[in-house]
Nanobody, 115 residues
């Protein structure tokens, strides 16, 4: 089993920045992809960004150029730096760790972008 614990959510004004972090613990597959998904009220969960254990990244078009994902393989952490935040970025953000045979989720952290 793998446990994922997110931190860093909160309330920010439009144009502001937040940094989300996620720490993984437990029996972590050596080859994996860690990422962030979000779910806004009334909408489906969607991929924000992910990063493979080799460092390859993937971003949703809506956040490309504003968000940056990074990971520390030695510490089993993944972070999401979010800049130029918009009200439409408001959502619960979930950390995810996926391998060929498993898929794990954190409990989520709320990000609210509002003036």
């Amino acid at each position: 089993q793998v446990q994922l614990v997110e931190s860093g959510g909160g309330v920010v004004q439009p144009g502001g920045s937040l940094r989300l972090s996620c720490a993984a613990s437990g029996s972590i597959p050596r080859i994996n992809t860690m990422g962030w998904y979000r779910q806004a009220p009334g909408k489906e969960r969607e991929l924000v960004a992910d990063i493979s254990s080799g460092g390859g990244t993937n971003y949703a078009a809506s956040v490309r150029g504003r968000f940056t994902i990074s990971r520390d393989n030695a510490k089993n952490t993944v972070s999401l730096q979010m800049n130029s935040l918009k009200p439409e970025d408001t959502a619960v953000y979930y950390c995810n760790l996926a391998s060929y045979v498993s898929n794990y989720w954190g409990k989520g952290t709320l990000v609210t972008v509002s003036s």
